[in-house]
């Protein structure tokens, strides 16, 4: 099966523009970004995919023993680079993608030329000194819950995540966009997602970064976008107005106006 295939990938804007190559978070897939990825077509070549297991990917590419963590994402990402022959390349990383995107980018550095991280954590897990923004029995409790009901889990959190209470419609879309993917890979997702702790691999980027860091963001708090700012040498951190964890939903204008600003 080739990489098109695999990652449902899509490719728009200028052919022999630098190449920007986005990645969604949990739960989602490439639509995520339709508010963000076409403002860049007019300057940059443009790629989506989506993570096996996701959107239009074929699920039968997936595999346990490849997925059991995150390094397994990030071959897809070097790999999606190599059959595309991408170089200079600014990959913008929702959620659990920032985080793919560090590891893809320690990898192979020559490849990079910015990272932009949206909403990322590299640990949700409380610990000595560190405020993930989780204790270990919330993490486990919300994993014992999605293992018993996905559906009921992803209509509950969903909207949590989204946050934009006055704007129902957002937590809606994400809802389903939970709730389309398929449960037997979310859940397995979901427990390398957020038991993952990658602390230790953010002083080994040598990529440039721009953080972007929402307001009354459950998921990715404000102490952890400083957290990663701290520790990502000549890294940015940029404040956004937007809240929650969604912003290229709930504030897409924002969002590009701050990676536009940044490449």
């Not at 990715?220 to 107005?241: K, Q, R």
Request: glycine content about 8%.
């Amino acid at each position: 099966m080739n990489t098109t295939q695999r990652h449902a990938i899509s490719v728009s804007g200028v052919p022999d523009g630098q190449p920007m190559l986005f990645a969604h978070g949990y739960g989602c897939d490439q639509n995520m970004w339709r508010f963000v990825a076409p403002e860049f077509d007019g300057t940059h070549r443009v790629v989506l995919f989506d993570h096996v297991g996701a959107g239009k990917s074929d699920l039968r590419a997936y595999e346990a023993g490849r997925y059991s963590s995150l390094e397994g994402y990030a071959s897809d990402v070097l790999a999606i680079i190599h059959d595309l022959d991408l170089r200079d390349v600014v990959f913008v990383g929702h959620s659990v993608s920032a985080m793919i995107g560090v590891l893809a980018a320690i990898r192979e550095p020559e490849r990079f030329a910015k990272l932009v991280m949206i909403g990322p954590s590299p640990c949700y897990i409380d610990d000595a000194g560190y405020a993930g923004g989780f204790g270990k029995a919330d993490i486990e409790e919300m994993l014992e819950s999605l293992d018993s009901n996905y559906l009921g889990w992803s209509s509950a959190i969903a909207p949590v995540i989204m946050g934009n209470p006055d704007r129902p419609e957002l937590g809606e879309e994400l809802t389903n966009s939970f709730c389309a993917t398929d449960p037997a890979i979310a859940k397995k997702f979901a427990h390398v997602t957020f038991m993952s702790d990658n602390r230790h691999d953010l002083p080994k980027l040598r990529t440039p970064a721009l953080i972007l860091q929402c307001t009354d963001d459950v998921i990715a708090p404000a102490a952890v976008g400083a957290y990663v700012h701290e520790h990502l040498e000549g890294s940015t951190l940029v404040a956004m107005n937007a809240t929650g964890h969604c912003p290229n939903l709930s504030a897409p204008a924002e969002t590009v106006a701050a990676i536009k600003a940044y490449i």
